[in-house]
């Protein structure tokens, strides 16, 4: 697992050389770091990269709840860190990270990505091609009105 053990704040450096949006975000991309499988997509701000490193496991800010989100705080799915790699541009982070559970999706899939464009006959369309693994709705606390992806994806 990666952390980092030196005191880092929100002035350090490194922090500048990300381009960070319009709304002081990220894209972030989870990717599993042994099969390369690409899990879901994200945002982090700074605080959010900073309790990442701290911690060992990813960070997210939730856009729709406007607060750092713990991938896994409810579901126990967390991803804990292997590497972060920053691309060329500057404004795409890539996480490598260790699953817990296999299950990145807040729909109990292994990852967010379970729809592909098939081209029929009858046109595109969007065709799932991964089975869920785990029934989420027992899982999540959901207060009235809200949907899995409100209660932990934070917009993912």
């Given at each position: 697992?990666?952390?980092?053990?030196?005191?880092?704040?929100?002035?350090?450096?490194?922090?500048?050389?990300?381009?960070?949006?319009h709304?002081?975000?990220?894209?972030?991309?989870?990717?599993?770091?042994?099969?390369?499988?690409?899990?879901?997509?994200?945002?982090?701000?700074?605080?959010?990269?900073?309790?990442?490193?701290?911690?060992?496991?990813v960070?997210?800010?939730?856009?729709?709840?406007q607060?750092?989100?713990?991938?896994?705080?409810?579901?126990?799915?967390?991803?804990?860190?292997?590497a972060?790699?920053?691309?060329?541009?500057?404004?795409?982070i890539?996480?490598?990270?260790?699953?817990?559970?296999?299950?990145?999706?807040?729909?109990?899939?292994?990852?967010?990505?379970?729809?592909?464009?098939?081209?029929?006959?009858?046109?595109?369309?969007?065709?799932?091609?991964?089975?869920?693994?785990?029934?989420?709705?027992?899982?999540?606390?959901?207060?009235?009105?809200?949907?899995?992806r409100d209660?932990e994806?934070?917009?993912?």
């Amino acid at each position: 697992m990666f952390t980092v053990d030196t005191a880092i704040t929100e002035a350090s450096a490194f922090l500048d050389e990300i381009r960070w949006n319009h709304d002081g975000l990220v894209n972030v991309v989870a990717q599993d770091a042994e099969s390369r499988e690409i899990l879901m997509q994200a945002w982090m701000n700074r605080e959010a990269l900073l309790e990442t490193l701290r911690r060992g496991e990813v960070v997210y800010w939730s856009r729709s709840r406007q607060k750092l989100w713990h991938k896994g705080e409810e579901s126990g799915h967390v991803q804990k860190l292997h590497a972060l790699r920053l691309d060329c541009d500057g404004d795409v982070i890539v996480a490598d990270v260790e699953q817990v559970g296999g299950i990145a999706c807040h729909t109990g899939r292994a990852n967010c990505f379970f729809r592909t464009l098939a081209v029929t006959g009858a046109g595109p369309e969007w065709v799932t091609n991964s089975a869920v693994l785990k029934d989420m709705s027992q899982v999540y606390s959901q207060p009235q009105g809200t949907s899995h992806r409100d209660s932990e994806t934070g917009d993912s």
